[in-house]
C-alpha cells in the first residue's frame, strides 16, 4: 500500500538516493522549510517518492514553491507523484497558503490546476527561464495583493539553476498515472472551467460586474481596471480581473436575457467564489415620471419568466436585490451627486411584445422599468446564498418618446460603472 506521509529523519537516507539530497539538506535547515510539506511516498516501509514545497515571498505573503518531486525508477510511471503533489496540495491548503508555484511542463502542471502564471500576475524570477513554464496554482481563497516576483530562499542560488525543481524528475512521470486509483474528487478539483468559463478556480475575484455586453466587460477593464488580466474568452463573452483602487474585482459580460444570464451567474456562484455581482444594465422606462438617463436600483424583479419554476415553491417567489448593497449603492449615488430611483424592476423574457401595451399592466403596480436580466440575477444569488444587486440606466422609454444619442449612452454607463465599482 502507498501512503503520503511527512518525512521522518529516518528517510533522509532513502531520500538521498532518490532526488538531489545537496540543496534538500539546505533547505531543511532554512527557515523556507515547512516540515507539513516536506512529505514522501512511503510503500510498505520503503520510501519511494519525495516531494518538497518550500515557502517564497510573494508581494511580501508567505507563498508556496514546488521546490522538489522526485520518484525512485523502479516506481516512475505509476502515478506516484501525481498522489505526493494532490497530497501536498490538500495539506498547504489546509495551512493557508493561497498560491503555490512551479516551473516546468505545463502540460503536466495544468493536470494539476496550474496555470500559467501570469495569469495572477506572478512572474518569474529571471534565473528560472530557462527551465520551463512558470506556472502558479491557486489554494485559497483571497483577496489581498499577492502578485510580483515570487523571491526564493537564499538557499537558492543563480549557480545551483540545474539542482533546482525536479523538472526533470516530472518529466518522467508525467504519462502514466492511471495505475494508481485517484479519488474522483480529486479528479474534479483539478479544474474549475465549465463549458462557458475557462477560468480556473482563483482567477474570479470575490465580486463581479456584469454588463451585458462582453465588449462593455472590456471596455471597464480597459478604462476603469489596472492591470486587468482576460480569464475567459469562450463564446466570446470576455471576462476580465483587475484592480480598482486597490481592490481586486472581476468584470464579464453577463448576455442578454434570463437564460444566459442564469448561465453565467449561476457559474460564478457555484463553480467559482464569486459572492457578489452587480448587473450594469439598461432598462425601458415605465412610469411617467421616468427619465431617459435615470439610474434605477432594482430593489426586487417581478418576471414573466418561467425561471422560478425550477425551486419548485408553494407559491410565487420575490426575486430581491441585497438590502446593503441597495442603501450603499444609494449612499454612492448620493455623494457623487448623481439621482437613482430604487424600486420594483421587470425583468421580461419577451423584447417585442405582440401586445406591447402589455407592459402597461406591470407600470399601473408601480414597476418603474423593463428589462431582460435582473430575476434571474437575484433568484440563483438566493439559491446560492450569495448577493446581487442591478443598476439600470433607462435608455428608452416604452410610453414616452425620445431615445439616447450613443455618447448619452456612454455617459449613463459610466455613472452605473463607477457606482458599481464603488461597491466593491
Ligand atoms: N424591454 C426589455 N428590455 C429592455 C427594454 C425593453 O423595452 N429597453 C431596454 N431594455
Known amino acids: 500500500m502507498i501512503v503520503i506521509r511527512k518525512e521522518r529523519t529516518t528517510d533522509h537516507n532513502a531520500v538521498r538516493e532518490?532526488?538531489?539530497?545537496r540543496l534538500i539538506e539546505e533547505l531543511r535547515k532554512s527557515r523556507s522549510?515547512?516540515?507539513?510539506?516536506?512529505l514522501v511516498a512511503d510503500c510498505d516501509n520503503k520510501v519511494i517518492g519525495y516531494l518538497l514545497f518550500v515557502e517564497v515571498d510573494i508581494g511580501g505573503y508567505k507563498e508556496l514553491l514546488l521546490s522538489h518531486v522526485a520518484v525512485h525508477p523502479d516506481f516512475q510511471k505509476k502515478g506516484i507523484a501525481r498522489l505526493l503533489i494532490n497530497g501536498a496540495h490538500d495539506k498547504a491548503r489546509e495551512l493557508g497558503y493561497h498560491f503555490a508555484v512551479a516551473n516546468g511542463e505545463a502540460v503536466f502542471f495544468k493536470k494539476f490546476g496550474y496555470v500559467p502564471a501570469m495569469t495572477y500576475d506572478i512572474e518569474q524570477p529571471v534565473f528560472e527561464k530557462e527551465n520551463g513554464v512558470y506556472m502558479a496554482k491557486y489554494l485559497n481563497f483571497t483577496e489581498l495583493p499577492i502578485f510580483g516576483t515570487p523571491v526564493y530562499p537564499r538557499e537558492?542560488?543563480?549557480d545551483r539553476v540545474e539542482e533546482i525543481h525536479a523538472a526533470s524528475d516530472l518529466k518522467k512521470d508525467e504519462n502514466v498515472i492511471k495505475s494508481v486509483k485517484v479519488p474522483s474528487k480529486e479528479v474534479k478539483n483539478m479544474s474549475s472551467a465549465t463549458p462557458h468559463n475557462e477560468a480556473e478556480l482563483g482567477m474570479i475575484a470575490a465580486t463581479v460586474i456584469m454588463p451585458g455586453d462582453p465588449l462593455r466587460a472590456k471596455y471597464i477593464a480597459e478604462n476603469f481596471l489596472s492591470g486587468a488580466v482576460q480569464f475567459n474568452a469562450v463564446r466570446n463573452m470576455f471576462g476580465y480581473t483587475g484592480l480598482y483602487n486597490g481592490r481586486r474585482v472581476s468584470v464579464m459580460g453577463s448576455g442578454m436575457g434570463m437564460p444566459s444570464m442564469g448561465i453565467y451567474s449561476y457559474e460564478l456562484y457555484n463553480n467559482y467564489d464569486v459572492e457578489t455581482i452587480i448587473r450594469i444594465g439598461s432598462a425601458g422606462g415605465l412610469l411617467d415620471d421616468?427619465?431617459?438617463?435615470d439610474v434605477v436600483i432594482a430593489q426586487a424583479a417581478c418576471t414573466d419568466s418561467n425561471y422560478v419554476y425550477q425551486y419548485d415553491l408553494p407559491g410565487n417567489y420575490a426575486p430581491i436585490g441585497d438590502f446593503d448593497l441597495i442603501s450603499q449603492g444609494v449612499e454612492v449615488a448620493k455623494k457623487e451627486n448623481k439621482k437613482v430611483r430604487v424600486g420594483n424592476v421587470a425583468s421580461t423574457d419577451i423584447f417585442y411584445n405582440n401586445y406591447p401595451d402589455v407592459n402597461k399592466k406591470w407600470a399601473s403596480m408601480g414597476v418603474l422599468c423593463i428589462e431582460m436580466e435582473t430575476a434571474a440575477l437575484y433568484m440563483n444569488a438566493a439559491a446560492a446564498g450569495k448577493?446581487?444587486?442591478s443598476i439600470l440606466t433607462?435608455?428608452?422609454h416604452l410610453f414616452k418618446e425620445g431615445e439616447l444619442s450613443s455618447s448619452e449612452r456612454q455617459t449613463g454607463f459610466n455613472d452605473m460603472i463607477k457606482i458599481a465599482l464603488e461597491l466593491v
Open 18 to 21: 532518490i532526488t538531489d539530497f
Open 33 to 38: 522549510f515547512i516540515p507539513e510539506l516536506s
Open 156 to 158: 537558492y542560488n543563480m
Open 290 to 293: 421616468i427619465n431617459l438617463r
Open 387 to 389: 448577493k446581487a444587486l
Open 394 to 396: 433607462i435608455s428608452d
